[in-house]
Structures are given as structure tokens and as C-alpha cells.
């Protein structure tokens, strides 16, 4: 499940929510920062347009999350971001994964260059509401600060609220190989430590997905899975799921034919046994014919 993560690496806050232009509803306008200048959008979560506004009304764009995606506060729905003031903004249908750049900033409703923002928590919902300030009034939207992640090289100046950085991750999830003992992640926040043990350095959250172990080990409790060179997963049943490896045909035709080798071996032993014995019987039955010719002499 993606983290849903703020659109703009380096903004600062231009308006608080409530207030002036935004009051009635829980909307945000970030502005250009100096000296980073950054104006693009990238998307938050793979998601897709589902709404664009016209220009005189600000060019709202709404992108709509493609799945349910983990809010900063730990919601785990549906997202739908709401931006304002692309001049040029994305076509209804245009489809970006997460991280793509898919607008901008903008003076679209003539406004000075900034980006309008709202989140509305689940699917979009367009309204035909409008606050005093005559402007949308979106139901169910939730505080971005408390929907959105911010990454931990971005950065949001002069803002009045507490946004929730992003945890550092690490890993890079393979395909399924039932040739190779594997181990999936399925746990939204595990740590990575360098070595085995709970006192070993935290590299930050593995990535959810496959991976291969490369080796295995036993501490504080805790059975240890080496996924990457040097980078170690404590195992829980509620953590991950353990993927023994198969044999290969090659592999199970090696034990086969070990174990022919083995059936022949035995047969031979068997038979090198029976040898033995049929020469212990072969001494024993002329020992009893040369016992039989003396007692028939003596008989005489």
C-alpha cells in the first residue's frame, strides 16, 4: 500500500486553512520558494484525473488515487487530491504513477503563482456547494497535514501545522522465484538493521515485497533474514511470509539417481552377503557328506 506523499519538494505555506479565501474549508495555498523555485507537481500516489475545472474558475484539477493508500495520520482509503492554478494542467483520464510529474503551480483564476490544495479523504466527490467566499465546498475533506506524508528531503516553511515526514525506506523488492528461498513483506513498517540483532543499526523501513534470503541467523529471540548484503529483517509470522524454495528438476533427478546409487549399493552388499553365506553352506553340507562316508565305513 503506497504512502500518500505532498506533491511539492520545497514550498512554503502562502495561506492556513479557515481564513480569507479559505474560510469553511480545510484548504492550503503553497507559494514558490526561495532560492529552490520549485513549481512542479508529482503525484502523490499512483492515481489518476478524474476532474479539471476550467481556467476562469482556478483550473481545479482532482487526482484520484487507483487504490486505497496509507494518510499520514494512518487512514488506510481512497485519496483524492485537489490542486489549483495550472495554466496547462494534465488531461481528464491521464493516468501518473506515483512520483511522475503531472502539474504545476500556476495563476489560472488570476492569482499570483501558487498552488491551491485540498484532500478529500475516499473517491471524488464533486459539489455544488460554494462557501461565503464563493468558493467550493468539498465534502468529506480531511487536513492535508494530516493526510499527506512529507519527504524527508522536502521541506514546508512558515506553515502552522505539524506534517508527518516520511520514513526512510530501503530495499528493493524482486520477482517470485520458487526456485529460491524468498521472504515477502507484508508489514507497512518493519525496520532494516544492519546486523542481526535489536541492537543493530536501523537502516530505516524495508520496502514491502519479495526478496531473496541470503542467509539466516538466531538472536534476541528472534529468527534474522539477511535480504540484501548487510541489510537484516527480524521474522514474524504477522511481519512476512517465508517462501521455501522448490526443487528443480535437475535438483530432483540428482537425489533420484542418489538414491538408485544408494538401492544398488545395498542390493550388492545383499548380494556379496548371500555369497558368504552360500559358501558357509557349500563347507557345512561337505562337512557333513565326510562325517556321513565315516559313519557308513564304520557301519560296514
Known amino acids: ?56 474558475k482556478g483550473g481545479l484539477i482532482a487526482f484520484e488515487s487507483l487504490e486505497k493508500v496509507q494518510y499520514a495520520n494512518g487512514t488506510k482509503d481512497y485519496m483524492t487530491l485537489l490542486t489549483g492554478h495550472d495554466n496547462k494542467p494534465p488531461k481528464v483520464g491521464s493516468i501518473y504513477k506515483q512520483g511522475e510529474h503531472y502539474s504545476n503551480m ?46 524527508e528531503d522536502g521541506l514546508i ?6 506534517w508527518t515526514t516520511l520514513p526512510d525506506t530501503i530495499g528493493t523488492p524482486i520477482e517470485r522465484n520458487e526456485y529460491v528461498d524468498q521472504i515477502e513483506v507484508i508489514a507497512e513498517v518493519l525496520r532494516a538493521r544492519k546486523e542481526p540483532s535489536l541492537n543493530g543499526a536501523i537502516l530505516g523501513y524495508i520496502n514491502q515485497g519479495i526478496y531473496n534470503i541470503l542467509s539466516t541467523t538466531t538472536k534476541d529471540n528472534y529468527t534474522w533474514y539477511e ?18 524454495r522448490k526443487e528443480t528438476e535437475e535438483e530432483r533427478l540428482k537425489k533420484e539417481i542418489v538414491k538408485l546409487q544408494e538401492t544398488n549399493e545395498q542390493l550388492q ?30 557301519s560296514k
Open 1 to 56: 500500500m503506497q504512502k500518500a506523499i505532498f506533491p511539492i519538494l520545497k514550498t512554503w505555506e502562502s495561506q492556513a486553512m479557515g481564513v480569507g479565501s479559505h474560510k469553511e474549508t480545510k484548504a492550503l495555498d503553497f507559494g514558490v520558494l526561495s532560492p529552490y523555485k520549485d513549481t512542479k507537481l508529482t503525484a502523490p500516489f499512483d492515481g489518476k484525473v478524474v476532474f479539471v475545472d476550467s481556467q476562469a
Open 106 to 151: 500556476g495563476t489560472a483564476g488570476g492569482v499570483a503563482t501558487h498552488c491551491h490544495l485540498e484532500v478529500q479523504k475516499g473517491k471524488f466527490k464533486m459539489t455544488n456547494k460554494l462557501t461565503s467566499q464563493k468558493a467550493y465546498k468539498f465534502e468529506n475533506t480531511i487536513e492535508p497535514f494530516k493526510a499527506l506524508y512529507v519527504r
Open 157 to 162: 516553511k512558515y506553515s502552522d501545522y505539524k
Open 227 to 244: 535480504v540484501e548484503p548487510s541489510i537484516w529483517i527480524a521474522y514474524n509470522k504477522e511481519w512476512e511470509i517465508l517462501y521455501p
Open 269 to 298: 552388499q545383499n548380494i556379496t552377503q548371500l555369497q558368504l553365506n552360500n559358501e558357509q553352506l557349500s563347507k557345512e553340507i561337505n562337512n557333513l557328506k565326510s562325517k556321513l562316508t565315516q559313519i557308513h565305513e564304520i
